[in-house]
């Protein structure tokens, strides 16, 4: 995620969310989120992600319609192994912004690590139409669609 002049978010007009799912009751002033926003992209980016997620955890709490935050809380939940965790934060970005091509991608990636890859398919689809020059987007739409073929011919198998 690129920082930008204003605050240390990302350059994406309209940083907040429409949605109010998340929690707010974190008592903690900007300053106080800003830095545990910098801090969990410091981890993320030094390779420990579940720290990194700790951190923004307490940030995206404290300002649960940042979709900075969210973001950064997706992806460190996604490389730490908590599939779920960042699919449910990749979608909030999503139903806030639909035209997000990342959390889409996101969330397709994330949906496919947890085993359905019927919704990965459909999320990283999206993903692969609004960018088709990013390659990581279709390469991962055709493996999960491989992986959807393949789980028809094992089933037509067993029909047979």
Do not use: W
């Amino acid at each position: 995620m690129s920082e930008g002049p204003a605050g240390g978010h990302d350059s994406r007009p309209d940083d907040r969310l429409s949605s109010q799912d998340a929690p707010d009751s974190v008592p903690a002033n900007g300053a106080d989120t800003h830095q545990l926003y910098k801090r969990g992209l410091d981890l993320l980016g030094r390779g420990s992600p579940a720290a990194a997620a700790q951190l923004l955890e307490r940030a995206a709490a404290a300002e649960p319609r940042s979709r900075s935050i969210l973001e950064a809380l997706a992806r460190a939940q996604f490389d730490a192994g908590q599939y779920a965790a960042a699919a449910g934060n990749f979608r909030l970005i999503v139903e806030a912004s639909p035209s997000d091509d990342y959390a889409q991608f996101g969330l397709g990636l994330a949906l496919a690590r947890t085993g359905d890859p019927g919704g990965a398919a459909e999320h990283l689809a999206l993903a692969a139409a609004m960018c088709p020059g990013h390659r990581h987007y279709t390469d991962a739409l055709r493996s999960v669609r491989a992986t959807l073929r393949a789980r028809t011919e094992i089933r037509k198998g067993f029909q047979d």
